[in-house]
Every structure is written in C-alpha cells, then in structure tokens.
C-alpha cells in the first residue's frame, strides 16, 4: 500500500485489520469491511487477497476466485492455488480442483501450501464419491511424519474423517487421536468426533442445571 496517500493507507489498513480481527468470528461483518477496503483500493494486491478469504468464509465462491485471481495476477505468486482450487470445489466443479491439483503450479508452493493442495484434492475425490481414492490421495509422507507442524492436525483429521466415511472405523479411530495430539489449538473438533466414537456423551452444564432446577420444582409441588 505504499503507493498510496497516508491518510488512504490508514483508512485502507485499518479495513484490512477488522476483516483479519473478525473473519472466523463474524464473517459476514468482515466481509463489509473487506468491501469497504476494495472500494478505497481495488487496485492493491493484499486487498484483493483480504476481499477473497471474506468472500470465501461466506461461502460466495465466484466472488472469492475473482479476486484470489486479481491477486495473483498483481503478484505472480502461486500460494493462492490451494484456495483457488478450494473455489472450484464450492462451485461444483471437482474436476477441475483436481486439474489444479496437478498443475504445475503445484511444484513452486511451500510445504505448507503443498499440503493445503493434497487436502483440496482429496476433497475433491469424496466430491465425486470417490472415497477410496481419497484416502489414497491424503496418505503421504508428511501425514506418516510424527512431526507437528501448522497443518498437521488438519491433515491427521480429514484422513480420519475420510476413513471413517468409507467404513473403516477403528483405523478412524487411530487418526483421530492423532489429530488430537496434535491439534494445540483447537482448530478442528478430532476430541469430539474421538469422544464420540468411544461412546462418550457430553451433558450441556446449562441443561443439568435447568433440569436440576425443574426436579426441584416439582418436589415442592408435591410437598405443597
């Protein structure tokens, strides 16, 4: 944003803080203020990146591909591949999320924008009902790894969630835990999905309270 005025880079920044402070919490609202940041500076590659994810946290897929696309055409960069990819499967159009996948724009990503690829694409397979090949698709070197890195548990997970959709509920069972293991900040729900399987239910505190309440209640009734 160098190449703007002061006072319009300040105005510009502080959308592109509240669209980073509010897109998991409140998309929607983050999506006004990625809308507010595109009208002040449509030409400024990292707005039209903010723009995108908005769009893409509230599911308006061809809107997020234009601008990941604006993006990438102002930098030349690929790390938007994966959720260009990711676009296509929001589309309907699985395919070519797999033809992405096997680009060779592939090749020139980071690891972690390789495994963001592998995830998209495996995706892609059980859009198209297309369970086994999945699964095949997410086995790899990093998911065999004991190594925990920023995707890891992401990765453990959908192995796991692809296991189990295909049948295969103890091995589902194994990833689970392992995305557990590796899951430190709580970005997927592998406890629960773990909890789950091993037959666990969760009582709502509020619920056992107002249940307790209503005993109670109708205890004294009887008493009157």
């Not at 590659?45 to 990438?72: C, H, I, P, T």
């Not at 590796?182 to 773990?194: E, F, M, N, V």
């Not at 509020?206 to 309440?213: M, N, T």
Request: with cysteine; proline share 3%; charged share 30%.
């Amino acid at each position: 944003m160098q190449s703007l005025p002061k006072t319009l880079a300040e105005d510009v920044a502080r959308n592109l803080v509240m669209v980073a402070r509010l897109i998991d919490e409140d998309p929607e609202a983050a999506y006004g203020y990625s809308k507010v940041a595109l009208r002040l500076a449509s030409r400024v590659a990292a707005v039209r990146e903010a723009a995108g994810f908005a769009a893409y946290a509230n599911q308006k897929y061809s809107e997020a591909l234009a601008e990941f696309r604006a993006a990438r055409r102002m930098t030349g960069s690929v790390e938007l591949w994966p959720v260009m990819a990711d676009c296509e499967r929001g589309l309907g159009r699985p395919e070519k999320a797999l033809d992405m996948a096997g680009a060779p724009e592939v090749h020139k990503l980071d690891k972690a924008g390789q495994v963001e690829m592998r995830l998209v694409a495996a995706g892609a397979r059980r859009d198209m009902g297309q369970l086994d090949a999945a699964i095949v698709t997410l086995q790899s070197p990093e998911l065999a790894s004991n190594a925990v890195h920023p995707w890891t548990a992401r990765l453990r997970y959908a192995y796991a969630d692809a296991l189990l959709a295909a049948g295969r509920e103890r091995e589902a069972r194994d990833w689970f835990a392992k995305a557990v293991e590796a899951d430190r900040d709580g970005s997927t729900d592998a406890s629960d999905r773990l909890a789950e399987l091993d037959g666990v239910e969760f009582v709502d505190a509020l619920d056992e309270d107002a249940a307790q309440s209503d005993a109670g209640k109708d205890e004294d009734d009887r008493q009157d």
